[in-house]
DNA sequence: ATCGATGCAAAGCGTTTGCAGGGGT
DNA sequence: ACCCCTGCAAACGCTTTGCATCGAT
């Protein structure tokens, strides 16, 4: 969430939350997997198991496609990001762990993130009694997932 | 939308709304693809590919597989039904061609659509500024989508 | 009669898996 | 030393494509 200022900061520099959060869950914490959660935290756009593994390739030449989408899994195990698998083509993964918006792109299928505040009461804003009413014909709703499309120029 | 009950009513019956909009959009009308149709139409839940076509197979036993994805491509084209590809498993297509939300099991990926009022406003009410704020930096909203989340008892 | 649609099979793409060897704890 | 992880290649699931024939207009 780019616009939010009142999160509490990051305590652990991003190296030892990997580590806690990987162990946490059960995973080692290796060079390959720190290095996808590096190059998932430094870029703005959400890129593709492929675009990772070719960005990987440069810090790690001998890192296999393999490794990439396992480590991708264990990160997303972990909580440390998440698989975005709205579009049609391949899924596109997400560090940022504040929950928040996305817009996609209808032509392209790229995915950013919408600079607006997440509003967990949404789903109740829509219809107060929507909840329950599911509960009642057994839906148990744990969360939603709103996605802005349109079209982003290319420049 | 199944609780919405101010929308016009269909002016034309199933088959000829179906004729006339693939012909609009330059496809045949084929028994393949009416058939198709028709079972989009008659089921409550959003059918796979594959679902589509062990049903329709009851009814056209000699139809394929492809012959059945290139009717959904039809149809999706000619705006008699919507692919919904959230999940982590294959497509699943939707004939109701009035914009709605959609409720998504997290564990079977079924889907189903919400009894809520879609609101064409609500991005809006997220932030006013936001759709305007966005084109300035080159991103042209068209719309949204919203999927609440959760569980779907096995019954 | 024309030209798109069908059915079959094969290829395509993104992703997962099996396995022998390597590396983190 | 243990056991998980890696890298390679092969398999996998879903979808698309090539092509000869069929069928809607």
Not at 138 to 149: M, P, S
């Amino acid at each position: 969430m780019i616009l939010s200022t009142n999160e509490p900061p990051p305590c652990l520099p991003r190296a030892e939350r990997l580590r806690s959060a990987l162990e946490q869950a059960g995973w080692r914490c290796t060079r390959q997997r720190a290095a996808v959660f590096d190059y998932l935290c430094a870029v703005e756009s959400h890129p593709t198991a492929e675009d990772v593994y070719q960005a990987v390739r440069r810090r790690l030449p001998k890192i296999s496609l393999a490794t990439v989408y396992k480590a991708l899994e264990a990160l997303v195990d972990s909580q440390l990001a998440e698989k975005l698998t709205s579009g049609n083509g391949p899924a596109r993964f997400d560090c940022h762990h504040q929950a928040h918006y996305h817009f996609r792109c209808v032509d392209s299928d790229e995915v950013r993130d919408l600079p607006v505040a997440y509003d967990p009461q949404l789903i109740d804003k829509l219809d107060p009694q929507l909840i329950s009413h599911l509960r009642q014909q057994g839906f148990h709703v744990t969360g939603y997932r709103l996605e802005v499309l349109g079209h982003l120029q290319k420049t």
